[in-house]
C-alpha cells in the first residue's frame, strides 16, 4: 500500500506555514532529511537538535512560496546556543497528517 501525498489547499502566509510547521517538528518522527540537508549539516556542523529547535521555535526569515515540487516551502532562523541556525523546509501531506522534509540547513 503506498502513501497518496495530498496537496495542501490554498495559499499560506508565512504566520499559518509556520504554525503547521511547529505542529509537525513537535514529533521528531515528522521531520524528514533530505541527502542534501545531511551533507550540509556535516559540513557546517549543525545538529539535529539544533534543527528541530529552529522548526519548533524560529521565525520565518524568507517567506512561503510554493517549491518546484508544489510543497509549501520557507526558510526559518533561530539562534541556538550563540549561533544562528537557518532551515529551508517543506511542509508534505499525507493520510496520516503533516511532515516535515528539510531541504538544506546554513
Known amino acids: 500500500m503506498g502513501i497518496s501525498i495530498q496537496p495542501i489547499p490554498l495559499k499560506l502566509n508565512d504566520a499559518n ?33 539544533q534543527i528541530y529547535d529552529c522548526l519548533r ?18 526558510t526559518l532562523v533561530w539562534r541556538h546556543a550563540g ?11 499525507d493520510d496520516e497528517g503533516d511532515w516535515i522534509v528539510v531541504v538544506t540547513v546554513f
Open 57 to 74: 521555535r524560529g521565525a520565518v526569515s524568507e517567506p512561503a512560496h510554493m517549491n518546484l515540487h508544489g510543497s509549501w516551502q520557507c
Open 83 to 93: 549561533d544562528d541556525v537557518s532551515v529551508a523546509a517543506a511542509l508534505e501531506r
Open 17 to 49: 506555514l509556520q504554525r503547521l510547521i511547529r505542529e509537525a517538528a513537535a514529533d521528531t518522527a515528522r521531520v524528514f532529511f533530505c541527502k542534501h540537508a545531511k551533507q550540509r549539516m556535516k559540513q557546517r556542523r549543525i545538529t539535529p537538535t
